[in-house]
């Protein structure tokens, strides 16, 4: 008996739990009784009140797709969107190119005219040797530059003189005189 007295609660202790007690029955009480299953309706929520951030993901199904907008301004072309290339054998005829590019004349040796179908004048023009033809000799220098120009940007051409022309004249390899051989050439 004297045990118990030593641990005997005092009226505070016993307060504090009756208290707790309470609390924590209350609080269960109410989180299973007091809304049952289906017990909200419009009485308690209004339409159009409840916003998606307020349901699970899944929960609201997706509507019909709606009608396609209208189209956007188009964009600037990314780099090598415009660019025109062929190669070339050394007879002129075109072994391979981007589209839209045709030989217009040689006017002689080492001479071509292309046509590429659109303005060559202003924009890059680059050209380098190839083997296309089975063509493996040393070659000299290869000039290009667009017709129909003035004399600072391009040359007059004796056919197809207008800007969607590109003549262009590869040398031998000592640089003095014109000779055919084959070349790549690209109009950016």
Same mark, same amino acid.
């Given at each position: 008996m004297r045990r118990f007295k030593r641990f005997r609660p005092s009226p505070a202790m016993v %307060?504090?739990?009756v208290a707790l007690l309470v609390a924590l029955s209350?609080? @269960?009480? +109410? +989180? %299973? !009784? +007091?809304?049952p299953r289906n017990s909200v309706t419009t009485v308690q929520v209004k339409d159009h009140s409840l916003l998606v951030r307020d349901f699970k993901a899944g929960q609201i199904p997706r509507g019909p797709r709606g009608p396609a907008g209208p189209a956007g301004a188009t964009g600037p072309s990314g780099p090598g969107a415009d660019v025109s290339w062929a190669l070339v054998r050394a007879d002129g005829g075109i072994v391979a !190119?981007? @589209? @839209?590019i045709s030989l217009t004349a040689k006017p002689g040796a080492g001479d071509y005219i292309l046509a590429f179908g659109k303005v060559v004048a202003g924009r890059p023009i680059l050209t380098g040797g190839s083997q296309a033809g089975g063509a493996s000799t040393v070659r000299g220098s290869i000039t290009a @530059?667009?017709?129909g120009s003035a004399a600072s940007e391009g040359s007059t051409c004796p056919v197809g003189n207008d800007t969607n022309h590109v003549r262009v004249i590869t040398k031998a390899a000592d640089n003095t +005189?014109?000779?055919?051989a084959p070349f790549y050439i690209a109009v950016g």
């Open positions: %307060v504090a739990c209350g609080t @269960g009480y +109410a +989180a %299973v !009784q +007091a809304l !190119q981007s @589209g @839209g @530059g667009p017709c +005189a014109n000779v055919d």
